[in-house]
């Protein structure tokens, strides 16, 4: 059964940076397809970033690329998110995501001043 463990979540200022783990276990990672989803308050969740695990493609929300990068380390089944100059809108529930249907606990990401 695969497990997913976020890490890296906290408060930041505007203009800082975070790094965000996901951690997977259970299966093999080396071939998953894998992203970042977040979820501000009364809003949907919504797709941040993914990471093609057969390709090492990447795609990312209109609203985050140049900011975002998503990265894996598949000798340690590790999949990061690093966000930079982030932007008080970047505040919101980061999910960990293996396709189709596999999520982490989520880690809060709070940007203010």
């Known amino acids: 059964q695969v497990r997913l463990v976020e890490s890296g979540g906290g408060l930041v200022q505007p203009g800082g940076s975070l790094r965000l783990s996901c951690a997977h276990s259970?299966?093999?990672?080396?071939?998953?397809?894998m992203g970042w989803w977040r979820q501000e308050p009364g809003k949907q969740r919504e797709l941040v970033a993914s990471?093609?695990?057969?390709?090492?493609?990447?795609n990312y929300a209109d609203s985050v690329k140049g900011r975002f990068t998503i990265s894996r380390d598949n000798a340690k089944s590790t999949v990061f998110l690093q966000m930079n100059s982030l932007k008080p809108e970047d505040t919101g529930v980061y999910y960990c995501?293996?396709?189709?249907?596999?999520w982490g606990q989520g880690t809060q990401v709070t940007v203010s001043s």
């Open positions: 995501y293996r396709y189709p249907n596999q």
């Open positions: 990471d093609i695990g057969s390709t090492n493609s990447t």
């Open positions: 259970g299966s093999d990672f080396r071939f998953a397809d």
